[in-house]
């Protein structure tokens, strides 16, 4: 099993281009690249809108590009992306076809796109049935993800689009232009309230299981922590994992574990990160 992650979190503290190369160092095969600054959106305005950020640019495709390159340069590619959100505005779909293009650009094969969490499967399906033409044209998968809500009056997560190995894989039965894959969130499928859980969803999913957010959570925050750092039962998810023949990377999204670090001592941080995610990787060998 390769190992990515999440650049997003790296490039907070020293940009993308610096992050790719620590990723790089510290011994990653892949970087997932975190496209969120493509849009920004409006709550007030209910409207999507281009991001302060080079992929809100005019030249979006020059700077996935220019990462695709540092990465080569480096000895790593990019395995997959993370589009902008929220889905449920029309304003951010736009993006959602640019993410779909850098995916491309930057040679990544899967484009994981949120659904709309509070849509049905056949809601959800008509944004997926837009897109998935414009991605085969491009040579990348689409896949969606388990999300959640939060209920306050119980004070842990509830259902949302894809949550259950039901609704995940109705989602997936729903559309209609092409295949849609599965990426599973380990963690959201650990939370409180999920009604599930990682190693039931991945039995559930099968061969429609494309790729993985890998972190950590005390089993009721959504707390993107370092893998092996909390409650979740890892041992239980890579036998899971195996017991499908789960073919993919292992991606962290343990991004909230960078925030202790600056850019003094953040490839510190990003090596943890490597250690985790190759101990993991580690288990689904032996096991």
């Not at 305005?45 to 996935?64: N, R, T, V």
């Not at 902008?84 to 040679?107: D, N, Q, V, W």
Request: charged share 25%; hydrophobic share 40%; proline share 3%.
């Amino acid at each position: 099993m390769k190992i990515s992650t999440e650049i997003g979190s790296i490039s907070r503290i020293v940009g993308e281009e610096r992050a790719v190369e620590l990723v790089a160092k510290a011994g990653f095969d892949a970087w997932d690249f975190s496209m969120f600054k493509m849009a920004r959106y409006n709550w007030s305005e209910h409207i999507a809108e281009d991001g302060d950020h080079p992929l809100g640019s005019a030249d979006y495709l020059k700077f996935a590009r220019r990462l695709r390159q540092i990465g080569l340069d480096n000895g790593i590619h990019c395995n997959q992306s993370h589009a902008p959100f929220p889905t449920f505005s029309p304003s951010m779909h736009k993006y959602l076809f640019r993410a779909i293009e850098c995916t491309a650009e930057a040679g990544g094969d899967v484009c994981v796109i949120h659904p709309a969490n509070d849509f049905t499967p056949e809601q959800n399906a008509e944004m997926y049935d837009r897109l998935l033409p414009f991605a085969k044209d491009h040579g990348v998968r689409i896949a969606t993800e388990n999300m959640w809500n939060w209920d306050r009056e119980k004070n842990h997560s509830s259902f949302a689009a894809c949550a259950t190995p039901d609704s995940f894989n109705a989602h997936l039965d729903a559309v209609t232009a092409g295949n849609l894959w599965a990426c599973l969130d380990i963690g959201h499928s650990e939370m409180l309230g999920s009604d599930t859980s990682a190693p039931e969803m991945i039995r559930a999913l099968g061969d429609r299981l494309a790729a993985l957010h890998v972190h950590d959570n005390d089993k009721r925050n959504d707390s993107h922590q370092i893998p092996f750092s909390m409650n979740i039962d890892f041992d239980a998810v890579i036998r899971a994992l195996k017991d499908i023949g789960y073919k993919g990377y292992c991606t962290l999204e343990a991004d909230s574990y960078l925030n202790k670090f600056n850019a003094d001592n953040v490839f510190d941080g990003v090596r943890d990160l490597a250690v985790a995610a190759g101990r993991f990787a580690d288990m689904y060998k032996k096991m």
